[in-house]
């Protein structure tokens, strides 16, 4: 029995991750010329077709849709076995893809990144920021942040920590509309929506007694992005549901504050996602772990702000400086 053509499946599986042989090529050290016959190589060894290939576009076939996922893990497979097995590999090499949501990671996850790149100059990240679900799998991402409420998966998902939202307003907007005592009054309010919640046109309230309120907010602004919504909120536009890691710095100024402190949405968290299959890489672990600790220890991650209702001026939150979180 023939032995697999180990080199022609990992280098499909970078082709499939990059969606370009010239990239894949600088990502290998190889030539373009390389790349194109261990694809053709193996597509004349499977009988079939691994991409449409145009002069503009390279897309995947079925019987390349149908092998990435394997391939891929493969070639990670293959990474790790060597850098587990060599001298090197406390100072792991290469790329790592990483997805984050928009607003945590401009706030979060960047200001992260040039301490961890300095400590491994070996590495190199790519940085995809997206309020939308990414696929992991078919993006060829390593590696992804992501706030929700999950539902099972087949992706590897390691949880850093509580997200805690609350529904917030300005001072402007209470004083001239009143409010709301109960979930149910915000039928009276203006509401600015985010359109990436699970459902977005209902709103579910948790009181401490696990009491449940839904609503269905109606307002005159919706965005795909959280952060969107700050300047109408700030301007008194209406009121919104937004994650305490975005409301540093209003709740303190008095810019914005907390309504209904006595409900809260549901719970939801950060979780840290990797595709399936082991081992890992080492450069895929290494940011990782470098992740979760620093992000599973942010103040933000321990409890609700100790802000009260209306009182902006006492039990401040401190400010990010003195946090030191960045």
């Not at 090499?93 to 992260?112: D, E, I, K, T, W």
């Amino acid at each position: 029995m023939k032995l697999p053509d180990f080199e022609a499946w990992a280098v499909f599986a970078k082709v499939a991750e990059t969606g370009s042989f010239g990239q894949a090529a600088r990502d290998l050290g190889v030539s373009p010329g390389t790349v194109s016959k261990a694809v053709s190589r193996l597509e004349a060894r499977i009988g079939a077709r691994l991409f449409h290939r145009t002069s503009r576009k390279l897309a995947l076939t079925e019987s390349g849709l149908a092998a990435r996922e394997s391939a891929a893990r493969l070639l990670a497979e293959g990474e790790a076995a060597e850098t587990q097995a060599s001298d090197g590999a406390a100072a792991p090499r290469g790329r790592v893809r990483l997805a984050a949501p928009m607003s945590f990671g401009v706030l979060h996850v960047a200001p992260l990144l040039p301490g961890f790149l300095a400590a491994h100059p070996g590495l190199t990240i790519d940085l995809h920021l997206s309020d939308a679900l990414v696929d992991l799998v078919g993006g060829g991402f390593d590696l992804a942040l992501r706030i929700a409420a999950l539902a099972d998966s087949s992706l590897r998902t390691r949880r850093l920590c509580t997200v805690h939202r609350s529904l917030v307003g300005a001072p402007a907007y209470l004083a001239a509309r009143g409010r709301p005592d109960h979930p149910h009054d915000l039928a009276r309010h203006a509401c600015l929506g985010y359109a990436y919640l699970p459902t977005p046109d209902r709103w579910r309230f948790i009181a401490p007694d696990g009491t449940e309120a839904v609503v269905s907010p109606g307002g005159p602004l919706r965005a795909n992005n959280a952060d969107a919504l700050t300047p109408a909120l700030r301007a008194g536009l209406g009121l919104a549901v937004q994650p305490d890691f975005m409301l540093w710095d209003d709740l303190e100024a008095g810019r914005l504050e907390r309504v209904l402190p006595g409900w809260s949405p549901p719970p939801i968290a950060l979780h840290l996602m990797t595709p399936p299959g082991d081992p890992r890489p080492a450069r895929v672990t290494a940011l990782a772990d470098y992740l979760a600790r620093a992000l599973s220890a942010a103040p933000w991650a321990q409890s609700p702000f100790p802000m009260t209702e209306g009182s902006p001026d006492t039990a401040r939150v401190p400010s990010p400086e003195r946090r030191g979180t960045g």
